[in-house]
């Protein structure tokens, strides 16, 4: 079987790509790796490391796919990749939202001019600008949390380009959904694989009624069909029985995948607004497949809605839950049937937040990722360091957050305090602030305070300018805390200053804190019982900055 290889289309935030992939014979498909398997390719998007790719090829044909990338011309090129050399790769820049002169999202095809080539098992590969995830983070952690739960995702990984003794930009490395793909994940490529249309998205699996199915699919084989398989099932999604359903489509599969990309805030999804994935019809049996997870994980310009998402409606919040060619508003059928049928949705939240969505893991991946990369974000040619750092710490606040609204308490483990030690919430927290509200052991992003990215259970939350005052019982003659400003950029302030007073004799001050700089710690203070005073100054004249006094501790 042929495949094309494209995906489903956002609005606006995602990538389109359609062409040719030759495949391997069935001699060579036999050394690939079915579900569970190790896979020897797995090297290639291994998340601990960045690899160098280098690619050479005349000058004139390289200012084409830079300069000029909407025209998406193939061009002959040497891949090198250390001692590796693969002569005669096709080149050529891919997207949509990410199609951008200087630094374009590029399309590497093996075998494009020469059918059966491969490098390592692959034949293709994508190399994502991240123009739309200044974190270049998303799809690694997004398809990471699907896979571990079972569900076909594309890996991920990085490298750094070079064309032409030039350094062309730091890239995000995608698996393309292929005949290999296929095969890895379902034991077969004989089956049919449709993406959706440029720009149609939001039909989903709704009964096809304007026009036919080719106006929001593509096939990506080329096998024969006419679309009819597509009919079909939106018929039996629409009105066939509960046994004809679950005879032709993994409602499990559709329904699992659409809940965890909802506990992750994805709002532009199957089950959102009916765009980024892929159908696959395997002998008259659909399954799904995940595609493009840039507006997932509390998506910059859309963290609010994201924490909002409703596991069981996700089209509710999502800004782009209509269909452009009908008008009609979407709602996705499947999970609705799902529902219908009995399907336990918290079920399903408890287990994703238990298992391979568990936020402690998710929180590690993160970190690990950022202190990796972090470097060559801030050498690349989008020039995207500064909100690469804004967007590492509000990836981990965001993966808290979300964790543990669904689950009604701090995802964190909080330790209980100790024989003799009082917290915070223990000492009569009181005083003014400047805006809002005195909050004890959280904040306006619920449990707990996040700080630089790290998660703090205790502590009080107070805009600046404040001035909290603590009631320290007999016997208590030390005191510790640490401050910061809470995590989420305020795009407003100049951040704060952080000093201890008791009988107005100042203890400690810290150093000015802006935010996402790391928390600052008081060490251990001599006190006296009776009130403490925490205040936090602001450093310009107007300030929102959210200042947090946290893990403090008396005894």
Known sequence: MTLLL???????????????????????????????????????FDPTTIHDFVLELPAADWADVRDNPYAENWH??????????????????????SLIPGKPSIKLSFDHFVPGQDWRGVEQLKLDNSSQDPGFMNELIGTAILRRAGLPAARTGWTRLRVNDEEAGFYVLFEPVDDRFLLRWFGDDSGNLYGTADGHHGQGLNPIVNGGPFDWYVPQTQSETDGSD??????????????????????DEFTRMSVIRSVFGGIDTFSADGNN??????????????????????????????????????WLTS??????????????????????MGTDIDGIVAETLAGPGEWSVIDAEIAAAAELIRDD??????????SFDQRRHDLRLFVHTRASSLLGRDAAPCEEAGPGEYRAADLSPAGTVGWGSLLVDSTNWGPGFQIAGEHFCTGVFAHAPS?????????????????????????????ATFSVTQDGVTLWTSQPRANYDEPEATGTLAVVPGEIHLVASPNSEYSCDTAAWVDVRAW
Not at 234 to 247: I, K, M, Q, W
Not at 320 to 325: C, D, G, K, L, S
């Open 76 to 97: 002959a090129a040497t891949f090198r990749f250390g001692e590796d050399v693969v002569e005669t790769v096709g080149i050529r820049a891919f997207g949509a939202g």
């Open 6 to 44: 494209a995906c489903a289309v956002g609005i606006p935030l995602s990538e389109g790509d359609s062409d040719p992939v030759a495949t391997a014979d069935t001699a060579e498909m036999e050394d690939i790796p079915g579900p569970g398997e190790v896979d020897p390719t797995d090297a290639i």
């Open 467 to 495: 001035d909290v005052t603590l009631t320290l019982p007999e016997g208590v003659t030390h005191l510790s805390a640490a401050v910061g400003l809470q995590d989420w950029v305020q795009q407003c302030g100049d951040g």
């Open 319 to 340: 800004p782009w839950a209509y269909n452009p060619v009908s008008g009609a508003a979407y709602t996705d059928p499947v999970l609705s049937r799902g529902i219908a």
């Open 277 to 314: 994935f892929y159908l696959y019809n395997l002998g008259g049996y659909w399954s799904i497949i995940a595609w493009d997870l840039d507006a997932d994980l509390g998506y910059p310009y859309y963290f609010s809605t994201a924490l909002v998402v409703d596991p069981s409606a996700p």
């Open 230 to 251: 597509l009919l079909a099932i939106a018929e039996v999604v629409a009105s066939g029985s509960d046994a004809e359903l679950r005879a032709a489509l993994d409602i």
């Open 377 to 386: 974000v801030y050498s690349d040619l989008l020039g995207y360091g500064p």
